[in-house]
């Protein structure tokens, strides 16, 4: 009982830190030095929320010590992820510690076997790569590098890869999205970045796995066209929606609607619940009910919705809206 309570006033008094960040600066050095894995983790959080670039070293001191002998000194890597995040918060560009962790594994006892508890250390180090002062070969190969790597991690290298935008990149991400890829979400973070990094010449290729034999993998699409931010990826989704697609397709382009953030999304979605089969229109006024566009077109939805006289449309209205 006594080290719990010790140990819980710790933690009381780095929350208190918050109130009097002036006055922080050698509690947090003391804290970053602490045995505790779970201390350290929270006092790295406290210095990177403050701000408080001069503890960039003691923190790097603390990695150091933690990636030793880690399943013991560090379980669930605490101290390492709160650490890199801050770094990283920091804009710390020295690449050193990051290329450290990105070899880092760590295999901790679970049950029936054993597991890496360093997954989410080498997908942050991956993110804070990308802002380094590193040539950019070296970069960018490194990220490929972790390409074969748990699933969470090359989600990871493709977010980063989308922070480092140029023609490689591009077709970097391209081939990414072309190989087989087990986990669709891994495949549709590629779709995300290549329509952040250039979406205008990215829609065609992304519309293509539209017809994807992999529903997964059709989703993701139709999620990644949503999201961006130029009309012709709604006019994409129109398309599809219009065509051959099927009732789970139907339903995912409306769904993924809510979430658009282009103005014609809204307008093809008035065109569904002014035309569309009922229960896609009912799909479609949840959908502007739940997208940005929600106040400037309830109006037209309910006008709709009455011409309409759909008993199911219009409890859907009712659902969705009041």
């Known amino acids: 009982m006594p080290g719990k309570e010790a140990f819980e006033r710790k933690l009381e008094a780095l ?23 779970y201390v350290v983790s ?17 923190m790097l001191q603390a990695f150091d010590r933690f990636i030793l002998d880690g399943a013991k000194t560090d379980p669930q890597c605490w101290a390492k992820n709160a650490i890199v995040k801050a770094l ?12 450290r962790g990105l070899e880092h594994v760590q295999m901790e006892p679970v049950w029936g076997g054993s597991a890496d508890a360093a997954i989410a250390l080498r997908g942050a180090c991956a993110l804070a790569l990308a802002g380094c002062a590193l040539d950019r070969q070296t970069i960018l190969a490194r990220l490929t590098d972790l390409m074969v790597d748990e699933p969470p991690v090359r989600i990871d290298a493709i977010r980063a890869l ?7 990149t591009i077709l970097l991400l391209r ?46 699409a139709v999620a990644a066209l ?19 697609s099927d009732g789970a397709m139907k339903t995912a382009i409306l769904q993924s609607l809510a979430g658009a953030r282009h103005p014609s999304a ?13 229960e896609h229109a009912a799909l479609a006024v949840a959908s502007v009910a739940h997208s940005r566009f929600r106040d400037e077109n309830r109006a037209r939805v309910e006008a709709l919705v009455r011409r309409r006289d759909i008993a199911a449309l219009t409890s859907a209205f009712q659902a969705a809206f009041q």
């Open 226 to 244: 949503a999201a961006c931010r130029e009309p012709q990826a709604i006019e994409a989704l129109k398309q599809c929606f219009e065509g051959r």
């Open 88 to 99: 990283k918060d920091l804009n710390h560009d020295d690449p050193a510690v990051f290329l």
């Open 162 to 168: 989308g922070q480092c935008p140029g023609p490689d």
């Open 175 to 220: 081939l990414k999205a072309m190989l087989p890829e087990k986990e669709p979400a891994v495949t549709g973070q590629c779709f995300d970045a290549l329509l952040d990094i250039s979406p205008v010449d990215s829609i065609p290729f992304v519309a293509q796995f539209l017809a994807a034999k992999d529903p997964e993998v059709r989703s993701e």
């Open 42 to 58: 929270k006092a790295a959080a406290l210095v990177g929320e403050l701000r408080l670039t001069e503890l960039i070293p003691d």
């Open 266 to 278: 809204a307008e093809l979605l008035l065109a569904v619940i002014e035309d569309g089969r009922s």
């Open 15 to 37: 929350t208190a830190l918050r109130s009097s960040p002036q006055e922080a600066v050698l509690p947090l050095r003391k804290a970053l030095k602490d045995r505790s894995n």
